[in-house]
């Protein structure tokens, strides 16, 4: 083959292997400007080591990057994902530029003499010395020894003309991502993605079972939208307290009785507060059980009309509301809709916080059970603390409705089925 054929197919064998520009979603593709790290927050099969692999390859290609830092949690992350996995960077390579790989020197050479460096989150001392000009860190938050491997790595940080750092990661509440995050100086971009937008690359039979079982909750929202979840200090509630007593629809015990419990709003318009509509059961074992949230933003008749419709459908024993804001006019509305169902008006005489401590204890005991997921319901809940100036309508229907069922009151029941 001549010089030009052997040039011609090398050109051709790099426009079929370079479509990842052509293919990838926008949000898989590093941001404009003149930033110094890319976050790149996806959920589970995202395609966030793909997308990350193809910015190394990218730098590489173009002559940006010639020594680079590969970090992960341990060796073998690094080795199985970043480098050897099917998302890697020995996958994603065109074989006229696969780079060299090493593995007893942890290292890759690619054919224009650009080297990445393997690195593991145990062992930070062996930052000390290196310089890069390129580093791609791969879920921080499962680091060990976090803050100082991320400080050695950016000490090392030190050649080139604007060295950068792409951290691909499904996000968990480390204080250090939390930081980054936060940060407003322009150094910081980030990308976020979810499972669902690589429905098409991803088993049918995974997204079915996942959804069922993870959709709305704390590890779903966490671990497929890459939602950054906090918890807030002092709180009531933690995520996980509620996390831990979690079932699924279709393994809640027969119901002893349910209650639809309103928290109404004051005004209405687009930046009122919500009125609070929880359902709520108190199950066969003496155990409390959220069973519906359907709040919102609506007029007096339609949270009345939406209240009694779940009465009925769910065979409630009463709707309780609290009467603070409006006193009778509460009764009177509900009455305006349907005059027979029976209802009972609670005045909330001490504080939010105060009222909310023995439920807070329940679920801290394992007692009480969300029937699914609530994540409005569940922020409410998890941000809730002394001082606050937020008026949690969900958390306060769900309160009212816990004390009317006396938990602390209720063994054992033998009772009769009744699902929703």
Not at 34 to 55: N, P, V, Y
Not at 174 to 187: A, E, M, P, Q
Not at 281 to 288: A, E, P, Q, R, V
Not at 295 to 324: C, M, V
């Amino acid at each position: 083959m001549g010089e030009a054929s052997r040039i011609f197919a090398k050109l051709d064998q790099a426009l079929e292997h370079d479509t990842w520009h052509s293919t990838a979603r926008p949000n898989q593709i590093a941001p404009d400007g003149d930033w110094s790290i890319w976050l790149l927050l996806a959920g589970r099969g995202f395609g966030k080591t793909r997308a990350a692999a193809e910015w190394v390859r990218h730098k590489v290609e173009t002559g940006n990057a010639r020594n680079i830092a590969i970090v992960g949690a341990t060796a073998s992350d690094v080795r199985d994902t970043m480098v050897e996995g099917c998302s890697g960077l020995l996958a994603i390579s065109p074989s006229w530029n696969r780079p060299t790989y090493e593995p007893s020197k942890r290292r890759l050479t690619w054919p224009n003499g650009a080297i990445a460096t393997m690195f593991s989150s145990e062992e930070p001392d062996r930052l000390r010395g290196p310089n890069h000009d390129l580093a791609w860190c791969d879920e921080l938050s499962s680091w060990s020894n976090m803050q100082e491997v991320w400080d050695m790595l950016q000490m090392t940080l030190r050649i080139g003309v604007r060295p950068q750092v792409c951290i691909s990661a499904t996000p968990k509440p480390s204080k250090l991502l939390k930081d980054l995050v936060s940060r407003n100086d322009g150094t910081v971009v980030i990308s976020r993605g979810s499972t669902f937008e690589n429905r098409a690359n991803l088993a049918p039979a995974f997204l079915d079972s996942i959804v069922r079982k993870y959709e709305g909750t704390r590890i779903g929202r966490q671990e497929l939208n890459a939602e950054l979840l906090e918890d807030v200090e002092g709180a009531l509630w933690t995520r996980d307290m509620i996390e831990k007593s979690r079932i699924l629809p279709d393994t809640q015990p027969p119901m002893r009785r349910i209650v639809v419990s309103i928290d109404p709003a004051v005004s209405v318009s687009e930046t009122s507060d919500a009125t609070g509509i929880i359902v709520a059961g108190l199950g066969s074992n003496g155990h409390g059980y959220v069973l519906q949230d359907l709040s919102g933003r609506f007029s007096p008749t339609e949270w009345a009309q939406k209240a009694i419709h779940a009465f009925y459908r769910l065979r409630a024993d009463r709707i309780i509301a609290e009467s603070n804001q409006g006193g009778l006019m509460v009764e009177n509305t509900i009455r305006a809709v349907d005059r027979n169902v029976p209802v009972k008006l609670i005045h909330a005489s001490r504080g939010k916080i105060t009222r909310a401590e023995p439920v807070s204890a329940f679920y801290e005991q394992g007692l009480i059970h969300h029937v699914g997921a609530f994540p409005e319901l569940e922020d409410e809940m998890a941000t809730f603390e002394a001082g606050s100036r937020d008026s949690p309508d969900r958390l306060d229907a769900m309160v009212h409705a816990m004390t009317e069922l006396k938990l602390s009151n209720v063994g054992p029941l033998i009772v009769t089925e009744l699902r929703i």
